[in-house]
């Protein structure tokens, strides 16, 4: 029976080469893993040539030797970035990852195929060992909706499916004939791989050669980003425009795609160059004027011109950081790829570039032709290019209706599927692929929706974590635990991702679902529930429905720039000590750490959180201020000492007098947010002068220190 696999295979790949540049997915369902993936990477090889990249475990790679010019385990997908290859054979004995599934066939090129190669269907766990099924369900349902797929078993020689398109493929136009408005080496058009990428040429030449400083290419993988940036290189040293550059991302294989299109450029404009290699990598081109090299983030060497690829990944932080230390910097980044949807972070590392800006968008595949059947078989399956869903009518809180979901009936029903994931994609920074997976199959998880009128208005994520969840899963719990050591056998719910229509934001939505999650969790006997969260905006939300700050992150996050936040709210009795245990531990890290460990920390969002923190008299007994402290207060309160020299007073009381709820909740938010950047963090009336007036930090000031008086217990002493 194997031998009418095989030959149903070989002619379906021939039907494939017929298309004329459609790529397509192959799925071989078999006992012996081993054996068949050696077979088909033999089969592939004769069909399209070398050039094939084999993923497998460790256990499985010795078996694959000299079948594939390139082995890499499934934790390596950063490798396959900035490549190409005619196939991809992923070996899946176990968990079959979304993300690395969709990094591979981003680097296939045309005619080529992504292939899985996995156990029985009836043996087949893609989701891992202890799930609920749902994603298989999910993954066999897709499979059967490809439009280019050859899917069999090996064992019983079934062939499930075995399609191609029937039409053929087109090309997009090359650059031959356009004619630039900037001077332009003919020969370094010709170098575009399409029309649109010559175009988008021609406008960064004439921005540069203005008054430009940062160009922000954009667009999904396989557009030609890297490929357009390296062309603008190209350009700039031809021109004698640059000597040393720098080149940055996260890897150095998000940038072996540029370096390639560099030294394909250089040869056509017939400029001496060599490359510079460590290991077999490409890290550098230089040449007799010129050094074109890759650094780290961390270590990337200032210039005139930076070149950062993927940009949104290094997070707005170190993204500012960069864009400080060269005159003009040219970024790109994916707003929908292997990594999952990063519009949010697309937008924000735009608005960290300086000014003026360019910003340019591709939407010519380069790598494949358009409308390619993997390529739209990827984005739909994982919903990577999932767009705001229609706006429904008008919804009020309490029309609003809300309900568990039925996972495994999700699985099956794409549209809802997709108008969920839809809803939770336009309202988060980043979903991954793999976050599509745990949101359908974690045993963990449970999801909720807000509906009125018949339609999905609103959705949350829940996960459940306790003492005994696998320690990868315990987000919040173990910021809990660490709080107390008398409550850590409580058990709670986290919001994974909570989200409401973007067109019925701020009409109490939310909370309306966040209270029925809150009643579902309570009846399932939850001690506590909680989140933890990236974006800072959303703090105020949880704060109006009783939520506590429980945890801040040291450093900010890599994907937001910011510090992340925990907030919890306590369910039962030992939920609620433990919750006020872990506020109380916050509170005093943040009174004490604010002037060092959090200083970074934007004071809009320390003052928000202190707002929302417990009074701190009820975290541990009122100390006594000293007679000094009590004059140097009594002084600034009455005008007759400079607020500056009463700081070291107002910043000892608000540290020892434990006045935070008693004292800043009186004052009006801008005065609260003076004293809270200038008393407690000591940042400078420079640096707040984009925040606060001077005239209303000096009388916050002045208020505070009225307020600490009338608090101040003086000692005996």
């Known amino acids: 029976m194997t031998w009418h696999v095989w030959r149903s295979l070989a002619d ?25 993936a050696g077979s088909l990477t033999d089969r592939l090889a004769a069909a399209l040539g070398d050039g094939g990249v084999c993923v497998a475990p460790a256990e499985y790679r010795a078996d694959l030797v000299g079948a594939c010019s390139r082995l ?77 797929i050859f899917w069999a078993d090996l064992d019983f020689g079934t062939v499930y499916a075995s399609k191609v398109p029937g039409c053929c493929a087109r090309r997009p136009p090359g650059p031959g004939g356009y004619k630039p408005s900037t001077p332009m080496p003919r020969r370094l058009l010709e170098a575009a791989a399409t029309l649109e990428q010559a175009q988008r040429l021609d406008e960064i030449v004439g921005f540069l050669r203005g008054r430009g400083r940062s160009v922000f290419i954009v667009g999904d993988r396989g557009r030609g980003k890297s490929g357009l940036m390296a062309l603008t290189a190209a350009y700039l ?49 230089a040449g007799p004027w010129f050094h074109v090299r890759y650094h780290t983030p961390d270590q990337a060497t200032p210039g005139p011109y930076m070149f950062i690829d993927e940009a949104a990944a290094l997070g707005p932080s170190r993204l500012r950081a960069l864009a400080a230390r060269s005159p003009r910097v040219i970024a790109s980044t994916t707003i929908h790829g292997y ?88 309202a988060h920074y ?60 409580t058990r709670g719910w986290r919001v994974v991702r909570i989200a409401v229509h973007p ?84 509170l005093e890290r943040l009174l004490w750490g604010l002037p060092s460990l959090y200083r970074s920390l934007d004071p809009q969002v320390a003052s928000v959180l202190l707002e929302g923190a417990p009074e701190l008299s009820l975290c541990r007994p009122m100390p006594e201020v000293s007679p000094l402290q009590l004059a140097r207060l009594r002084r600034a309160a009455g005008g007759q000492a400079e607020p500056e020299s009463a700081l070291d007073a107002m910043a000892a009381a608000l540290q020892e007098l434990a006045l935070l709820h008693g004292g800043l909740w009186l004052l009006d938010d801008e005065e609260r947010l003076a004293a809270t950047a200038r008393v407690l963090q000591g940042r400078t009336p420079r640096e707040l002068r984009h925040l606060i007036p001077q005239g209303s930090l000096r009388q916050a000031l002045y208020r505070l220190a009225a307020l600490l008086l009338c608090y101040a217990q003086p000692s005996s002493a």
């Open 237 to 285: 040293i031809h021109s004698h425009m640059v000597g040393f550059v720098s080149v940055t991302a996260p890897s150095v294989w998000n940038v072996q795609s540029f370096f390639k299109v560099l030294d394909e450029a250089l040869d056509r404009l017939g400029v001496r160059h060599w490359s510079v290699r460590r290991h077999g990598v490409v890290v550098g081109v």
């Open 12 to 36: 379906w790949l021939g039907m494939l080469r017929g298309t004329g540049g459609y790529r397509g997915l192959v799925v071989i369902h078999a006992a012996a893993l081993r054996a068949a």
């Open 72 to 148: 890499l385990s499934p934790s390596a997908i950063e490798e396959l970035l900035g490549t190409e290859a005619g196939y991809v054979v992923l070996l899946v004995p176990k968990l079959l990852r979304p993300n690395l599934v969709a990094a591979a066939a981003e680097t296939v090129r045309a005619g080529g195929v992504v292939a899985l190669v996995a156990p029985p269907l009836h043996e087949w766990r893609p989701g891992g060992e202890a799930t609920i099924g749902a994603y298989k369900r999910y993954i066999i349902g897709r499979l059967g909706a490809a439009r280019s």
């Open 503 to 586: 067109q019925l934001q701020r009409r109490g939505i939310g909370s309306r679902l966040l209270s029925a999650v809150e009643d579902e969790a309570r009846r399932e006997g939850a001690d506590w529930l909680g989140a933890i969260y990236g974006r800072s905006g959303v703090t105020r939300f949880w704060l109006r429905n009783g939520f506590l700050p429980v945890y801040v992150s040291p450093l900010p996050s890599r994907a937001t720039g910011e510090h992340n936040i925990g907030v919890a709210k306590g369910l039962t009795r030992a939920g609620t000590v433990l919750v006020e245990k872990a506020a109380c531990g916050l």
């Open 430 to 489: 980043r979903n991954e692929p793999d976050d599509l997976a745990l949101m359908l199959d974690a045993p963990h998880h449970r999801l909720y929706v807000a509906e009125a009128g018949g339609s999905v208005v609103a959705a949350a994520d829940v996960a459940e974590e306790g003492p005994s969840t696998p320690w990868e899963h315990r987000i919040l719990y173990d910021k809990l635990a660490d709080a107390s050591t008398t409550y850590t056998g």
């Open 339 to 426: 990594e999952g949807s990063g519009r949010v972070l697309a937008h924000i590392a735009e608005n960290v570039l300086p000014e003026p800006l360019l910003r340019v968008e591709l939407q010519t595949p380069v790598r494949y032709p358009p409308g390619d059947p993997l390529e739209e078989w990827l984005y739909e399956t994982f919903m990577l290019r999932a767009e705001e869903p229609p706006t429904p009518s008008e919804a009020k809180p309490d029309a609003v209706t809300v309900r568990a979901i039925d996972r495994l009936a999700l699985a099956e029903d794409y549209e809802t599927l997709r108008h969920i994931y839809a809803i939770l994609v336009t």
